[in-house]
């Protein structure tokens, strides 16, 4: 049985988590909450580089990648960040819900799965 490292522990979860081998990322969102949809996804993709890094991974490394819109209309503006952002040799899986998020503030959030190493 492997050990699990938790990252950035909180009240009711930890930003991710470990074992060894693969790092989950919990959902991420802007602390920008008045951004624009291109402001909070530059935010949130960099906590998740901050995530990878403390976890002993990278984007290269990405293994599934889950995406919330609450609203789906913003599917081709968040793909224009995205494809600045994503290691594009290393393509994770991804998936795009639109869905209702914590706060109406927020514009996305962002889960990902990593290999650790």
Known sequence: MSDITRIEPGAHF???????????????VADTQDGS???????????IDD???KGGSS?????????LLPHIKDFADF???????VDRDNLPARAT???RLAFPSLRIEIAAVA???
């Open 14 to 28: 930890a930003a991710a988590t470990g074992n060894g081998r693969t790092l989950y990322i919990s959902g991420q």
């Open 37 to 47: 949809l291109e402001v909070q996804t530059r935010e949130v993709l960099a906590k």
């Open 51 to 53: 995530l990878l890094e």
């Open 59 to 67: 984007r290269s490394r990405l293994m599934m990648v889950t995406v």
């Open 79 to 85: 793909n224009a960040v995205w494809d600045e952002w």
């Open 97 to 99: 819900y639109e869905a």
């Open 115 to 117: 290999e650790i190493g």
